[in-house]
T-cell receptor, first 113, second 112 residues
Framework: NAGVTQTPKFRILKIGQSMTLQCAQD?????MYWYRQDPGMGLKLIYY???????DKGEVPNGYNVSRSTTEDFPLRLELAAPSQTSVYFC????????????FGSGTRLTVV | DAKTTQPPSMDCAEGRAANLPCNHS???????VYWYRQIHSQGPQYIIH???NNETNEMASLIITEDRKSSTLILPHATLRDTAVYYC?????????????FGGGTRLMVKP
């Protein structure tokens, strides 16, 4: 039981490049989330999904896209990377609405130069 | 969702109890108190949650005041590995918004 797995762990992008951050969970959780964390700050919600085929915007969705074709996977797409997207990205999942807590991945540290 | 107020930092001696306070004076009747922690460079980790009764699990105890306007997370015997940022979050149990909102948290430093 791996929990929530994020890849890659580190990535450097040039301005204008695109990439996909991968997130997979093996706990059969129907809810999944993407957060970003800037240095010294709390986490901000980017997008979330309540099940396969259903996604919705969080607090800071601009510059990102998501898809949820399966229960297990919830990739985050960055189009036209900008320096403001330099951050640590965390994926999380929960059973139902997360009353009993979220499980977070170990994060992807992204630098845009 | 209700806002929370936590001290930005605290120290605790190894082996002693760490008591982390949280004020949530505008909490609503259907909102739970959750605690997470984030050890450096790792993803946040769920610790405990409660509605109005005190709760205890293998990691910590949660004490909620009778008026529910504040709470305290207790780590009974802090170790160096408990050094982390601790987040107090309030959210509805049914959580129509489906999201956790993280504030600044309390940076707990456990010292030998």
């Amino acid at each position: 039981n791996a929990g929530v797995t994020q890849t890659p762990k580190f990535r450097i992008l040039k301005i204008g490049q695109s990439m996909t951050l991968q997130c997979a969970q093996d706990m059969n959780h129907n809810y999944m989330y993407w957060y970003r964390q800037d240095p010294g700050m709390g986490l901000k919600l980017i997008y979330y999904s309540v099940g396969a085929g259903i996604t919705d915007k969080g607090e800071v969705p601009n510059g990102y896209n998501v898809s949820r074709s399966t229960t297990e996977d919830f990739p985050l797409r960055l189009e036209l990377a900008a320096p403001s997207q330099t951050s640590v990205y965390f994926c999380a999942s929960s059973y139902d609405r997360g009353v009993y807590g979220y499980t977070f991945g170990s994060g992807t540290r992204l630098t845009v130069v | 969702d209700a806002k929370t107020t936590q001290p930005p930092s605290m120290d605790c001696a190894e082996g002693r109890a760490a008591n982390l306070p949280c004020n949530h004076s505008t909490i609503s009747g259907n909102e739970y108190v959750y605690w997470y922690r984030q050890i450096h460079s790792q993803g946040p980790q769920y610790i405990i949650h409660g509605l109005k009764n005190n709760e205890t699990n293998e990691m910590a105890s949660l004490i909620i005041t009778e008026d529910r306007k504040s709470s305290t997370l207790i780590l009974p015997h802090a170790t160096l590995r408990d050094t982390a940022v601790y987040y107090c979050i309030v959210r509805p149990g049914n959580n129509a918004g489906n999201m956790l909102t993280f504030g600044g948290g309390t940076r707990l430093m456990v010292k030998p």
